[in-house]
Structures are given as structure tokens and as C-alpha cells.
């Protein structure tokens, strides 16, 4: 069964930076690629980024472009999103999931696994 846990949230100003990690375990982590959503009180759980399992290919929500850069070690078996420019409108708690499809995808049910999140508030 796979494990995903995430770190590296917390308390931000605006204009500030985070790194989230989310380690993976459980299967061979190249099998899958990886997705980034984010979800704020009262809203649906939206996507932010995704990558390939090679770390080849990434694709972001148009909001993160510029901003968010999401990455991955696969020799760590982790999976990090790089956030700059922060703003109050980023603050959610975010959620790494893993899919078995291999492709770099927007859509939550093509996701098999999903991590428990970690708390991001940016103040303003």
C-alpha cells in the first residue's frame, strides 16, 4: 500500500516562499507519476501541478505558472513543490497524490493515492 506524507508547510507573508515535500512509500515510486491539489475551506479540492514519473514533463494550473515548480528525487522517493510569490489566495492545505497512469494530469480520479496534507497560510 503507498504512503504519501507531506511537510513543509506553515506560516507565511505575502511575497514569500515554501517548499512542500511529500515522501512516498510503499511501491516503486517511478511507476507513478505525481500531483500536487490544493483545497481551501468550503471549496473543491483543485489541481496546482503534476509531474512525470521520469520528472520529464510537468504541467501547472495557469494560476501557479511562474510561481510553482514542482520537482522530484528519485532516488529520495519524494516529490516537492517549489512556491514563490505567495498570496493570501494560495493559503489551503495542500495534498500530494500518486497516479498509476504515468501521465501529468488535472484529474482528481485519476489519482490512486493521496497524502493527508500539510497546512499552508500565507498572511497578508
Known amino acids: 500500500q503507498v504512503q504519501l506524507v507531506e511537510s513543509g508547510g506553515g506560516l507565511v507573508q505575502a511575497g514569500g516562499s515554501l517548499r512542500l515535500s511529500c515522501t512516498f512509500s510503499g511501491r516503486t515510486f517511478t511507476d507513478y507519476s505525481m500531483g500536487w491539489f490544493r483545497q481551501a475551506p468550503g471549496t473543491e479540492r483543485d489541481f496546482v501541478a503534476s509531474i512525470t514519473s521520469d520528472g520529464g514533463t510537468t504541467y501547472n494550473v495557469d494560476s501557479a505558472s511562474g510561481r510553482f515548480t514542482v520537482s522530484r528525487d528519485n532516488d529520495m522517493n519524494t516529490v516537492y513543490l517549489r512556491m514563490n510569490s505567495l498570496k493570501p489566495e494560495d493559503t489551503a492545505v495542500y495534498y500530494c497524490?500518486?497516479?498509476?497512469?504515468?501521465?501529468?494530469?488535472?484529474?482528481?480520479?485519476?489519482?490512486?493515492?493521496w497524502g493527508r496534507g500539510t497546512q499552508v497560510t500565507v498572511s497578508s
Open positions: 497524490a500518486a497516479s498509476s497512469s504515468g501521465a501529468v494530469t488535472p484529474i482528481r480520479d485519476l489519482y490512486d493515492y
